[in-house]
């Protein structure tokens, strides 16, 4: 009780200085940290109508939440994989890309960083749209292919019916499309020198980095997942659906 008095009490500078998760908890409220950097915690909370301690709760929240490992996923049938890749397309594109896109609209350091930043308003929007599409394409190719795999094998289509489409543009031919997209922040890490900052950096530099380079990572993993788990899984359910409507076929 004392801990989270004392956190209403701090400024929104400190408690971001303290955990920069801070600020995407605030953004997930409605506040952009960077606007309010000198006033108390319950003083933001107040004037937007937010009681201090669901913005504290939030933020213990987040901080327990575990990510299931590779091994969980790969021990779940491939619809339990899928589900979860969903998932966090919805989180990405919901919390993290506007996120993102709200410290760089928003923050406007000045000196060195300053020409930076205009610059990065022009390729993130980009890269956002980019994503996006990568994102509609997976699902609406990769994850329908799935989909239709597992209605072959509840035989909801006639054998010979089955086999077209189980012939016609394989999944494998889609997972060598997908390596191509495996590295898609490549452009934002080369324009920020792979997130290099100086000690004096501003904690509104500080944070758009740490987020940056934390959104990186999850896409990494995110497509790791993918290559690792997701393709095999489903390059082996298409073989093995093959093998079967052709013996069946032929018998």
Known sequence: MELKRKMQDSTVEDLVSENYVFASVLHYFGISFYQYSTDSLSKVCKKHKVHPSQLINQL???ASQKEPTPEDLFMNPI???????????????????PFL???????KPEGKYSALMADLRIMFPMFVE?????????ESRLF??????????????????ALTILEKDPIIGLADEHEIHDDEME??????????????APLTMRVLYHELQKFEKELSIHAQIEDDLLFPKAVQ??????????KKITN
Do not use: P
């Open 187 to 200: 452009g934002i890490r080369r324009l920020t020198s792979d997130y290099e900052l100086s000690k004096d």
């Open 101 to 107: 896109s709200n410290l760089i609209e928003g923050i």
């Open 130 to 138: 980019d994503f996006i599409h990568h994102i509609h394409e997976e």
């Open 144 to 161: 329908k292919r799935i989909e239709m795999l597992q209605d072959v094998e509840n035989q909801l289509y006639s054998l010979s019916d």
């Open 60 to 62: 213990e929240d987040w």
């Open 79 to 97: 619809e339990v994989l899928v589900a979860y890749l969903k998932q966090k397309h919805y989180y990405f594109v919901r919390q993290e890309l």
């Open 237 to 246: 359910l298409e073989k093995e659906a093959v093998r079967l409507i052709r």
